[in-house]
């Protein structure tokens, strides 16, 4: 019997749903799942579009398989399964939202914070239990969560493994807003609206220089800044925003 696709893909014209979709194992992420997240990639790496991330059953993803997990060795552990599927997913051109409901622990947490935007629900409950299970959290944990939320808050998150709800998520930045389970997809379509509504080439040079270290500013910003100053749409999009309050 053949498997069911472990994501599901709706595509649009600027934005793709993607949808973690293995109920029975509370979206937990395998191999399989990995393998379409890099189809994915490529994909979007080719056509650029906004990145929605989601779950289905109202989980986004409870963690990496563990069965499979408890399987790897060291070799395994150096290829670095996980952490490079979500670092193309990080470095996609346009902007990823996750849409957070439920659990999303583990590598399931690792996947969201490689997001640009993270909302929630008020059933969220999201950390890093690696090391109660003898591993570390090595699939972008350790160098992207104190980025979201502070070394000292990251650092005792990992360190004790603890979950976060809804409400601390919130309050330390974990995610940006929290919705109604019903309203969660909708508000995430609200924020691509948005992001759709700009211009693209903007959006894309807003995300490299924002992902570039300190030590990369002002010189990355100045020199993106202008290619956009020759770009025929700065011209015409300034030039109607002047037309209207003009009116």
């Not at 191999?31 to 906004?50: G, M, S, Y």
């Not at 979950?163 to 974990?174: C, N, R």
């Not at 894309?204 to 749409?233: G, I, N, Y």
Request: hydrophobic share 45%.
């Amino acid at each position: 019997m053949t498997e069911p696709a472990p994501l599901r893909i709706e595509r649009g014209d600027d934005r793709v749903v993607a949808t973690l979709d293995r109920p029975a194992r509370r979206n937990a992420i395998d191999q399989a799942t990995i393998d379409a997240l890099h189809e994915l990639c490529a994909e979007l790496e080719a056509e650029p579009r906004i990145l929605i991330l989601t779950g289905a059953d109202g989980v986004f993803a409870s963690g990496a398989d563990i069965a499979q997990l408890r399987e790897r060795r060291a070799a395994d552990a150096l290829r670095g399964i996980n952490a490079h599927a979500f670092i193309r997913i990080a470095e996609l051109p346009m902007p990823v939202i996750a849409a957070l409901d439920g659990y999303a622990l583990g590598g399931g947490a690792e996947l969201a914070y490689a997001a640009d935007i993270r909302i929630g629900t008020a059933t969220v409950k999201m950390g890093n239990p690696e090391t109660g299970l003898g591993i570390l959290a090595a699939a972008g944990a350790s160098w992207r969560l104190k980025e979201i939320v502070g070394d000292a808050r990251a650092a005792e998150l990992l360190l004790t493994g603890r979950t976060v709800d809804a409400d601390e998520a919130l309050a330390i930045g974990l995610v940006s807003s929290l919705h109604e389970p019903d309203d969660l997809l909708p508000a995430a379509h609200r924020i691509a609206d948005r992001i759709a509504r700009n211009d693209p080439a903007a959006t894309m040079a807003t995300k490299r220089v924002f992902r570039m270290p300190r030590a990369s500013h002002p010189d990355a910003d100045l020199t993106e800044q202008a290619e956009l100053f020759e770009s025929p749409e700065k011209f015409r999009r300034m030039t109607e925003f002047l037309e209207r309050k003009s009116r």
